[in-house]
């Protein structure tokens, strides 16, 4: 296993456009979390799996954001109509428990000009 | 709510000198404590985590981080560092009972100097 996978790295868009990024866990964790970081700032959360399940989503998450993990295995962000806000690193992280270490993939840069 | 501040933005020092990454957070219930580090354009990867037991807590690359419960505190140290320790660094809580999501701090810029 080659760790957490991320695609694509970079992603340039336009103001308006929907954009979907893709995270492919370790494969035998069970926890997937999104983060997003903007320059100078520490990664913040956005949302996390159990399996399939989200069980929990943060306020950051509008409700121009969507995620899913369809099958417990990989899983996607999209953004809807997006906006020069949104542009940042979006950071996805896998764990196989609660509070055990979370290994996080290389990142996808979304630029939103 | 939790947080978590990171007292120094950049720490500017040069090689083999001493480093300390100063790290407080803030919380009404019990919290799990990392350090992370993040290479240019890289994701983060672990230097250590205090989860319980010993204070004192050792990582890779030589860091080690004490946990103070009294000063709500969990401050990276290594004796001697090296040009390759040039990162961004990140202090993170995770709350007992909450998932397992990361609270992080702003980070601190660590930049060795030959």
């Known amino acids: 296993d080659t760790g957490v996978s991320q695609d694509p790295r970079h992603k340039i868009t336009k103001r308006g456009q929907n954009v979907t990024f893709r995270c492919d866990p370790i494969?035998?964790?069970?926890?997937l979390y999104w983060y997003r970081q903007t320059l100078g700032q520490g990664p913040e959360f956005l949302t996390y799996?159990?399996?399939?399940?989200?069980?929990?989503k943060s306020r950051l998450l509008s409700d121009r954001f969507s995620a899913e993990r369809p099958k417990g295995s990989f899983s996607t962000l999209e953004i809807q109509r997006t906006e020069q806000g949104d542009s940042a690193m979006y950071l996805c992280?896998?764990?196989?428990?609660?509070?055990?270490?979370?290994?996080f993939g290389q990142g996808t840069r979304l630029t939103v000009v | 709510a939790q947080s978590v501040t990171q007292l120094d933005s950049q720490v500017p020092v040069f090689e083999e000198a001493p480093v300390e990454l100063r790290c407080n957070y803030s919380?009404?219930?019990?919290?799990?404590l990392f350090w992370y580090v993040q290479y240019p354009n890289q994701g983060l990867q672990l230097l250590l985590k205090?989860?319980?037991?010993?204070?004192l807590v050792k990582g890779i690359n030589g860091f080690e981080a004490e946990f103070n419960k009294s000063q709500t505190s969990f401050h990276l140290r290594k004796p001697s560092v090296h040009i390759s320790d040039t990162a961004e660094y990140f202090c993170?809580?995770?709350?007992?009972?909450?998932?397992?999501?990361?609270?992080f701090g702003q980070g601190t810029e660590l930049s060795v100097k030959p």
């Open positions: 992280a896998s764990s196989n428990g609660v509070h055990t270490e979370a290994f």
């Open positions: 494969s035998e964790h069970n926890r």
């Open positions: 799996f159990q399996n399939e399940a989200q069980l929990e």
């Open positions: 919380s009404s219930v019990s919290v799990y």
């Open positions: 205090y989860l319980s037991g010993s204070t």
């Open positions: 993170a809580v995770s709350v007992y009972n909450q998932g397992g999501k990361l609270i």
